[in-house]
């Protein structure tokens, strides 16, 4: 005797149960998914999902960002995704190598870059992240003085377009780092800079505007 396959089963609106909290759920990912722009979406997503369900720090830009005029593509670190890395890391002083790449890969950033500037900072396993961070804003920036300009927005906890304060204390750290791996700066010359925006600084908070005007005076 034939058996007929079963009817597929039909549901009306009231049996399908919606959880109440989805709606925003998938409506706060859409809106990370476009201001974010992955070029890996399943693997950004997956990665977003898993910070989401653990309470981490979600990869997600604070803004679309155009692709600037330095970047041959699209493809490469922006402004906006060291902030992310940044974001992301543990509170620890030091992010292992392997931490890093898997970092890297969510954000769908081409291997080829993170191995430069691992190469220029002679990083091994276990990684100085804010020496790591001052590379990332070097490739941004192409000079010292723009590296640090792009510090300086991604780290400020001033509102966009406020004066991008960061302690001095993170800026000497940062400059006295790429100073020296920049190799022609006397280190005379790096002090009496420190020192000059020092007696500048108000607060022991330093801004763009402070060492953008003493290089300018400089050259």
Known sequence: MNMMPPPETMYCAQQINIPPE???ILKQFTKAAIKTQPHDVLQWAADYFSALSKGQGLPVKEKLEMPVATQKTDTGLTPGLLKILHQQRTSKECVTKEELLLKWKDLCLPIEQLDTILALGNFTENINWMQFFAL???????????????????LTEDPEGGAAQIPFDTFQRLYT???????????????????????????GMVQPSNFTSFRRAEE
Not at 136 to 152: E, M, P, R, Y
Not at 177 to 201: M, N, T, V, W
């Open 177 to 203: 780092y790429l100073a020296h791996l920049d190799g022609e700066i006397p280190k005379e010359q790096i002090d009496s800079f420190l020192h000059r925006l020092e007696e500048e600084c108000r607060g």
């Open 136 to 154: 990332g804003c070097s490739a941004l920036g192409g000079t010292i003085v723009s590296a640090l300009k792009h510090a300086c927005e991604i």
């Open 22 to 24: 989805l709606p925003d």
